[in-house]
């Protein structure tokens, strides 16, 4: 054994456990493969706080600080199923938090292909810092209010909003591309999980997915 908790051993019970955790994951939300490859190889460890690490492959949210959370592992999953993340998708994110849904993304899309924005500055700077260190230093993170999206590097075939939203914002409409998707927790203490197809008009083709609790939208 080793006092180091990142040490060889404690990688080992870790692999096991998020084997576990996705197959478990996959199964509960009937998730491609892909999907459950992409939940298999992502160390959900790394971007929790230390305190935190030995319930990181517990299909639960998790605090990461700044009164922010985790999504559970589940949520993670049926919404990159929903999205239909493809490699090569660009792909904009709202609400990087402590970046590992990002990073499940990126798994998914390629991580040069990950656009994420997030309201507070240090999980920014966390975040941005564990995506490197763990390979996917090509996620892009800025700080800033994500309800305008990220204009220059639009268009996107894909945006996702990790916080409860009263609606899509505009900008995040206009900046995905006609026949992109859209996928966010829409309302206020209770949201629905909507889905959006964008038309060739610009409307929206929603899709209604359930009841869910996300933290709220900042700014
Ligand atoms: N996807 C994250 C989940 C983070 S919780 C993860 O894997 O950890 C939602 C995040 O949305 C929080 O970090 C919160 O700070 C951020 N957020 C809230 N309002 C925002 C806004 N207006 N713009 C960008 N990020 C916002």
């Known amino acids: 054994m080793t006092d180091d908790p990142t040490g060889p051993d404690d990688a080992d019970e870790f692999a096991s456990a998020r084997e576990r955790m996705a197959d478990a994951v996959a199964r509960q ?15 959900r460890h790394e971007f929790v706080p230390p305190g935190r690490r030995t319930a990181a492959y517990e299909d639960r949210p998790l605090p990461i600080g700044d009164g922010q959370t985790i999504s559970a ?29 990002a990073a499940v993304t990126a798994a998914l899309v390629g991580d040069g292909n990950v656009y994420s ?21 090509g996620v892009s993170v800025r700080t800033g209010d994500g309800r305008e999206g990220w204009p220059e590097r639009a268009p996107f075939d894909a945006a996702y909003v990790t916080c409860a939203a009263p609606s899509f914002p505009d900008p995040v ?23 959006a197809y964008k038309r060739e008009d610009g409307s929206l083709d929603r899709e209604d997915h359930g009841a869910v609790r996300f933290v709220p939208l900042r700014g």
């Open 173 to 195: 409409v206009e900046q995905v591309r006609t026949g992109g998707r859209l996928l966010a927790p829409i309302g206020s203490a209770r949201q629905t999980l909507v889905f």
């Open 117 to 137: 924005v997030e309201y507070g500055a240090d999980l920014a700077e966390r975040a941005r810092e564990t995506l490197a260190d763990l390979g996917y230093g």
């Open 29 to 43: 939300t009937d998730a491609s493969d892909r999907v459950r490859r992409a939940l298999a190889a992502v160390p």
């Open 73 to 101: 592992p589940h949520m993670v999953a049926i919404m990159a199923d929903l999205l239909d993340l493809e490699p090569g998708d660009e792909v904009l994110e709202i609400g990087t938090g402590c970046g590992y849904h």
